[in-house]
């Protein structure tokens, strides 16, 4: 009886373990609003089958460089530009455990350290030369390497990483995310940028700053 419990919990771990986005019990779900007579299915309500188009499979534009200086922007100061391809955009992708993006750098362009909680990036450097890297949870090992044109890096699900354009022309990379809507967090915004935002007292001790440096830093998010 107690092997029989334990390959329960076992197989139920598993399950767990590998249930990042639901796999499809059919061929496609696309996603669409809310209606009386739509079918809900991972987070999306599934339009008719007999409605579908081979434009609810199609995203056109992504051979169009992102703008890096582009003004009222997150990433203005940073010099990149990310054009995310993920169910919102595409209603295709809906169950089918994937997304894609596009990333632009300027010269010393940054893709600044943040997480996606739901996704495994997979990053092809398609022009230019890229420092990229990501951390382990504790003990925080960093794992760093330079990429260049045709390099391939994978960046696993939830970690911290980052992408840094180290060479004097632009770069372009192209990355696969294990996930329709990985979600993206930046760590500095969330840090010093939260809405409502943190005590600065809380943010002080726990990097061991002047609260001064404290409020100048929130204040640049």
Do not use: W
């Not at 092997?3 to 076992?10: E, F, R, S, T």
């Not at 079918?39 to 339009?47: D, E, M, P």
């Not at 230019?128 to 960046?155: A, E, H, Q, R």
């Not at 943010?203 to 998010?221: E, H, I, M, S």
């Amino acid at each position: 009886m107690l092997k029989v419990v334990i390959v329960a919990i076992l197989a139920l771990a598993t399950t767990l373990v590998s249930a990042y986005d639901p796999s499809p019990l059919q061929d496609f779900c696309v996603a669409i609003n809310n209606t009386d007579s739509a079918v809900f299915v991972n987070g999306k309500f599934c339009k008719d089958p007999a409605m579908v188009t081979a434009n609810d499979f199609f995203f056109p534009g992504l051979n169009i460089p992102g703008n890096t200086l582009q003004v009222n922007s997150d990433q203005v100061k940073l010099g990149s530009s990310v054009n995310l391809v993920n169910v919102d955009n595409l209603p295709g992708l809906n169950t089918l455990g994937i997304s894609l993006a596009r990333l632009d750098f300027a010269p010393y362009g940054l893709n600044p350290p943040h997480i996606h909680p739901r996704g495994t990036e997979l990053l092809v450097v398609m022009e230019g030369t890229l420092l990229v890297g990501f951390v382990t949870s504790n003990p925080n090992k960093l794992f760093t390497k330079v990429l260049n044109k045709g390099d391939v890096f994978v960046f696993p699900i939830g970690l911290i990483h980052f992408q840094f354009n180290i060479g004097q022309t632009n770069a372009v990379a192209f990355a696969g995310l294990s996930s329709q809507n990985p979600g993206l967090i930046t760590i500095a915004n969330a840090v010093f940028g939260s809405n409502p935002p943190i005590n600065p007292d809380v943010l002080a001790k726990a990097f061991q700053l002047d609260k001064n440096v404290v409020d100048y830093l929130q204040k640049q998010f």
